[in-house]
């Protein structure tokens, strides 16, 4: 039987705790708030392009349902087996220093997964399932001015992966951290690029920690073409290498495709998207064939409006 370690407590009451901090914070944040987000004459289409960005200026909460997802492979005979998870992702760009054009700014946006149900592997056709909070990552990148980058995106920094699991199953037990990147383009109706980043253990966590060494990598690719009337139409599915599985196992490549559209609830633009996901390339073994996606992204006022670092 899997148990969670004693030293998960801290973690999962930090973790709570700095939840509830954020949602303070935003809560006492007036909503006459002078941004992009409570402006009622802001394009909601311009809006939803922008969120696109990982870069941008927009402060937002992104809620990603990935459910149901189907995961299948050699060791499994029968129907494929489901999971679900949610990731949660704050989204805050932090002003350094300058201002409007001229303005550098931190993305920091967190992934926080919090697992449903994921099959876990106990032998031939034999699975459990656990749930819980699995590892989080914290990229902090740096994004130059708009005046330097123009239409282009760019941003670079350190990603770090917390060993924050609440059990064994879901996650690593080793602490990691790599470089983050950030590439596209953006134009006035489209937004495209990629955000690979690569992960090295650093140190374990718990004494009883028989996983490999991490050296992953994961790559975003997104897409996102604007549409009248706020609808916008792309994709942004996250392909994953693990380099110490066995070479069968190490890729998972998915394609994708959405719809969505950015309406507004009172003075806050949400942007709403559905669509789904299928691997071309999947672990022989056993991996993620498929999966529905569900997200919802409040756009949010701006927590930080004067540069930390000066104007």
Sequence with gaps: MTMTTPSRSPRRIALA?????????????????EDEATDPKSDLGAIGNKLANP????????????????????????????GGSLLFQPVMPIPLFGEGE???????????PFVFSAPIVEGFNDFHHEGGIA???LPLLLAPSDRITGHFIAGAGPIFLF????????????????????????????????FPNYFWKIGSAGQDNDEPDISQMSLLYFFNYKL??????????????????????RWNVPVGLFIGKTVRFGRLPVNIKVGGEYSVVSQEDFGQTFQFRFQITPVIPSLIHNPLLGK
């Design 17 to 33: 705790g700095a939840l509830c901090a954020a949602l303070a914070s935003i809560a006492r944040t007036p909503v006459w708030a």
């Design 55 to 82: 870069l941008s200026n927009l402060w937002a909460l992104s809620f990603s349902v990935n459910a149901p997802q189907f995961f299948d492979g050699d060791i499994n005979t029968g129907s494929a087996e489901l």
């Design 102 to 112: 001229n303005q550098w700014r931190m993305m920091t946006r967190p992934v926080i």
């Design 135 to 137: 590892d989080i990552q």
């Design 163 to 194: 060993p924050s699991a609440t059990t064994h199953d879901i996650g690593q037990q080793q602490w990691a951290m790599g470089p983050a990147v950030v590439l596209g383009y953006k134009t006035e109706n489209a937004t495209f690029g990629v």
């Design 228 to 249: 009248p009337d706020a609808w916008q139409v792309g994709f942004n599915p996250t392909i994953s290498y693990d380099n110490k599985a066995p070479s069968d196992n």
